[in-house]
């Protein structure tokens, strides 16, 4: 994490998608950025126009609220979690079903993919955390060690190592290289509460957000916290690293959003979203493009114009997620 210049994040115009039939869970943008998933409490994952707010595709199919969603990195398949206990693989092209992953006992919580989008990883109430294949939708591996829910995962970018969160309050570390047992080889602890988010920076540092309103960044290879991000008065939600790593949003369950200097661990600027909101009423843009404002079931957009940093925020139980496109 070396220094650099860094700019400030713009906020060009917040946008609102309220066709949301229940809460929004989890959201996630396509590698291009052009499209928003997101899943709703209702059942369903909404496919979304990023730049007009398009609702593209209302997608049933799940038989419980659906609880994540993502895109795999080379966006040509989309991940869908319920707590039906199954995983639901999508064709990003025509947003139809390929594929139904069952093996879960229980709610799965999250679902992540390899950087070659070949495997997938999901985890959930069942403690348990699933390795899949897939093209075939096979299971791969199982991998058990965590005390409590799973709720949180993501591939190192070397894809050799998998990081899952838990509420058991420990981040564990599963080895995926060929031959290797199904233990976990390392388990990092310091963070008080539940494990509520994960993320990899592109050198392979691991970010992860807490109900004890803290950020550790860790060195994983060390097992050592680098540094320790404190400032959230509310459960930490969700968390993205800057493409060159210097930087960190996060946002919890409030009305802030928070950018890091991930080498000073200083807080460099607060969004609030409900000025934001305030500000930009006037040329908020609500479903088909008509005059919006926020309501229970409604998720905004919040982002420039041109190129650079979205962020995802939920209205309902006060919960934001931050991504990066």
């Not at 679902?111 to 390795?131: E, P, T």
Request: a positive charge; charged letters at 20%.
């Amino acid at each position: 994490m070396n220094s650099g210049t860094r700019g400030k994040l713009a906020v060009g115009r917040v946008k609102f998608f309220g066709r949301h039939r229940g809460e929004v869970n989890s959201s996630a943008f396509s590698p291009d950025g052009q499209r928003l998933l997101t899943a709703s409490e209702d059942g369903c994952v909404y496919g979304w126009e990023t730049q007009s707010g398009r609702l593209l595709w209302r997608l049933g199919g799940h038989k419980g609220p659906v609880r994540f969603c993502r895109f795999s990195p080379d966006g040509r398949l989309f991940a869908s979690t319920s707590c039906d206990r199954t995983i639901r693989l999508w064709d990003a092209a025509d947003a139809k079903c390929l594929q139904v992953l069952k093996g879960h006992q229980r709610s799965v919580e999250t679902v992540s993919f390899s950087h070659d989008s070949k495997q997938l990883a999901s985890g959930g109430w069942d403690k348990r955390v699933m390795l899949w294949e897939v093209q075939s939708g096979q299971v791969l591996r199982h991998f058990v060690g965590h005390r409590d829910s799973v709720q949180s995962s993501d591939f190192a970018p070397s894809s050799d190592c998998l990081a899952t969160g838990s509420w058991d309050s420990t981040i564990r570390m599963w080895d995926l290289r060929a031959g290797t047992p199904g233990i976990f080889h390392q388990k990092l602890e310091g963070q008080r509460g539940n494990i509520s988010c994960l993320c990899y920076s592109p050198s392979g540092l691991l970010a992860s957000g807490s109900w004890d309103k803290t950020i550790h960044i860790w060195k994983p290879s060390m097992r050592s916290v680098l540094i320790q991000l404190k400032g959230h008065i509310t459960w930490v939600k969700s968390i993205a690293f800057s493409p060159d790593e210097q930087q960190l949003a996060s946002a919890g369950y409030s009305h802030m959003v928070k950018v890091w200097d991930c080498n000073t661990g200083k807080c460099t600027e607060t969004l609030k979203v409900r000025s934001m909101a305030k500000a930009n009423k006037g040329a908020v843009e609500g479903p088909l493009g008509s005059p919006a404002t926020p309501g229970p079931n409604t998720m905004l957009l919040a982002g420039s114009s041109e190129r650079g940093p979205c962020l995802c925020l939920y209205a309902r139980r006060e919960t934001l997620s931050v991504w990066s496109c």
